[in-house]
């Protein structure tokens, strides 16, 4: 009696050790590419800062023509979003200035507002950084119109 032979089966697939060797130049390849990338999102938000510094300042001065001054240390940037409390300035307030609330800057902390400003200015407009402490440096530095 013969037997019938069963034709094997050629199995595809890759060995473990190939998969490791893919997984290692993965990994090269991320260390390599990965902090140049990380460095760009950090400049980025730096750039997101000192726009949206420039947009409130521009909705500030547009306050300061219509109301006759800048909002109050007291008043801060809530004065862009809510009429103030003094009824003369209510009646020349045609805001908000703002289409949407004031935005936190791209770390996540509130603008600072204070008045006066620095070299003559009325007021003051900044973030405090990556760090969220005053002074630094790189993408710790306080970015914006800074206070005396």
Request: hydrophobic share 40%.
């Amino acid at each position: 009696m013969q037997s019938a032979s069963v034709p094997r089966r050629e199995q595809s697939g890759f060995t473990l050790l190939e998969m490791l060797v893919v997984l290692v130049l993965i990994g090269l390849i991320a260390s390599l590419v990965g902090p140049r990338l990380f460095s760009r999102v950090d400049s980025s938000k730096v750039q997101v800062a000192e726009t949206q510094v420039r947009l409130l300042r521009g909705a500030i001065e547009t306050y300061r023509l219509e109301v006759g001054r800048v909002p109050s240390a007291e008043e801060g940037l809530a004065a862009l979003s809510s009429p103030p409390a003094d009824e003369r300035a209510r009646a020349r307030w045609r805001g908000p200035y703002l289409d949407e609330a004031v935005p936190a800057d791209p770390w996540g902390n509130p603008y600072r507002y204070s008045v006066p400003g620095r070299d003559g200015m009325p007021f003051a407009i900044y973030s405090l950084g990556a760090d969220g402490e005053p002074g630094g440096e790189g993408n710790d530095a306080d970015i914006g119109f800074l206070p005396p």
